[in-house]
């Protein structure tokens, strides 16, 4: 199996040419059963993003139960899905993952304000972000 990527790593020019702060608010590495998560979380204007990558293999991503609204989707021209998990958090996030040699790369866009921003931009964003940086994220 690859070795997991960090998303801390994405380089400063590649977010701040997306709008998104480079400066991590904060890193976390954590194992949830046998799979590792990498995250790192980045500001944007009104927003933010969280980076995650995991040795959880897509499909198994993908499926994930807690998911809801799921639309396969394409992100830099790879498969990808788009899914709200609304029982993660009151606040609403949009995620987008899409699979890598070691796993799964995911992007996740969560409002700083609940109802500031209809979920259908939301997803739109992490859409746009997941685009813009997947080729970084590996």
């Not at 690859?2 to 590649?14: G, K, N, R, T, Y």
Request: charged share 20%; glycine share 4%; aromatic share 10%.
């Amino acid at each position: 199996m690859a070795e997991l990527w960090d998303p801390c790593s994405l380089p400063a020019e590649v977010l701040l040419s997306v709008e998104v702060e480079p400066e991590p608010r904060n890193a976390t590495t954590q194992q949830q059963g046998d799979y590792q998560w990498k995250f790192c979380t980045f500001e944007l204007e009104q927003s933010l993003l969280t980076v995650f990558s995991t040795t959880t293999p897509f499909d198994d991503v993908a499926a994930d139960v807690r998911a809801t609204e799921r639309q396969p989707i394409f992100v830099a021209g790879e498969p990808a899905v788009q899914f709200l998990v609304p029982e993660i958090s009151p606040i609403p996030s949009c995620f987008v993952s899409t699979g890598r040699s070691f796993g799964t790369v995911q992007f996740r866009v969560t409002e700083r304000s609940v109802g500031t921003f209809p979920i259908s931009e939301i997803c739109a964003s992490a859409r746009l972000l997941a685009d813009a940086l997947a080729d970084n994220a590996n």
